[in-house]
């Protein structure tokens, strides 16, 4: 027969209630009673039963995160820091992918209710008129990277816009004269802000004549193909601003191969900061996007809201902001340690 909460107790010589309190941290006893429980459970081999702690707590301890896709260094950040936040907590991660499609969006959000406690979504496709379709109303959830404006969602949004205006403003500052920007998925919130980011400190600076947007998809292999067009164009751009790294990475391999020096004869930067920019050479100038600590803070924002569901106020919007960090391939002054 297995072991039951109620042998632990018995043997631990405490009540049942504090067996469960020591085991799921919820206090009330002390340390050296909860030390004493531990012991013993640990002796005896007792597994929680969650199945039935769940019945009791109306809980299951498990956050649901929805992702546009789980390939790449930017994802593996974010789930990284969502994981790091939730193992604090307790609490374990059910986590999907739409690989960018509406109708898996869907799919996976209505698969994992009832099994979650909350969800964080982030989808290029989780406008309102989809939300309401396939979120069930109580549910607490988490808007990542998201354009809706939600009295029922928390939202946590990334300054896309600024950081482009940022680094075009960067390169101008710096003599280049004709600065063309890798766009990522059309869809994409953030794409859209980094784009509109691009060409409003363009047109700002007189130069709207000089944009030049071509498109990506994300991937090192669409910052490879951009790459290649640029080197075909007559006068070729002095700059290349990419929606993310991973483009940027893509687009200084295409420089290389043919021979173009990189930042004497073009500047090169792209977006997010992931851990390899700072590798790749020339190492990469970027607009960092603190990753994981924005996948912690979703994570923190949305056991906030399931462990008091009848606050009361405005569910509450918030825009994280970004960071130059100026790196050898765009020139223009010397990285600090800080930054690196």
């Known amino acids: 027969m297995s072991v039951t909460i109620k042998d ?29 429980i531990r012991e013993v459970a640990a002796r005896l081999r007792y597994v929680p039963h969650s199945a ?54 869907a799919i996976a959000l209505r698969a994992m209710q009832g099994r979650v406690d909350g969800l964080l979504v982030m989808s290029p496709h989780a406008d309102q008129v ?38 075009v403003r960067h390169f101008l500052d710096h003599g280049r004269q004709r600065i063309a920007f890798i766009a990522g998925p059309e869809v994409n919130h953030d794409v859209q802000e980094r784009a509109r980011g691009y060409r409003d400190e363009l047109s700002a600076a ?11 998809d994300f ?8 790459g290649q067009q640029i080197l075909a164009m ?10 993310n790294d991973m483009m940027a990475i893509g687009c200084l391999s295409a420089l290389e191969e043919a021979g173009v020096h990189v930042p004497t004869d073009i500047g090169v930067s792209g977006f997010d900061d992931i851990p390899m920019a700072r590798y790749v050479s020339p190492p990469l100038t970027t607009v960092r996007v603190r990753i994981a600590e924005l996948g912690a803070k979703a994570l923190d924002r949305l056991a906030g809201i399931i462990e008091s569901p009848d606050e009361d106020g405005p569910i509450p919007r918030e825009t994280v902001g970004t960071e130059l960090v100026i790196r050898a391939s765009c020139g223009g002054g010397e990285p600090s340690k800080r930054q690196l």
């Open 130 to 167: 989809f939300l309401d379709d396939n979120l069930p109303i109580l549910l607490p959830t988490v808007l990542m990277y998201s354009h809706v404006k939600s009295d029922r969602h928390a939202v946590l949004d990334v300054d896309d816009y600024g950081g482009a205006r940022t680094m």
């Open 206 to 216: 007189g130069k709207a004549d000089t944009i030049c947007v071509l498109p990506g």
């Open 52 to 105: 039935a702690r769940s019945l009791i707590t109306r809980r299951t301890q498990t956050i649901g995160a929805l992702l546009p896709d789980l390939h790449g260094a930017f994802f593996s950040e974010l789930i990284r820091g969502i994981d790091i936040a939730a193992r604090a907590r307790g609490l374990y991660l059910l986590v999907s992918s739409s690989h960018g499609d509406a109708t898996e969006a």
């Open 234 to 243: 007559s006068p070729r751009p002095d700059a290349i601003f990419a929606a």
């Open 8 to 36: 632990v107790a018995k043997m631990a010589n405490v009540s049942v209630a504090s067996v469960s309190r020591a085991l799921n941290g919820h206090g009330g006893v002390t340390p050296e009673t909860q030390k004493r």
């Open 219 to 226: 991937t090192e292999e669409s910052g490879y193909h951009a």
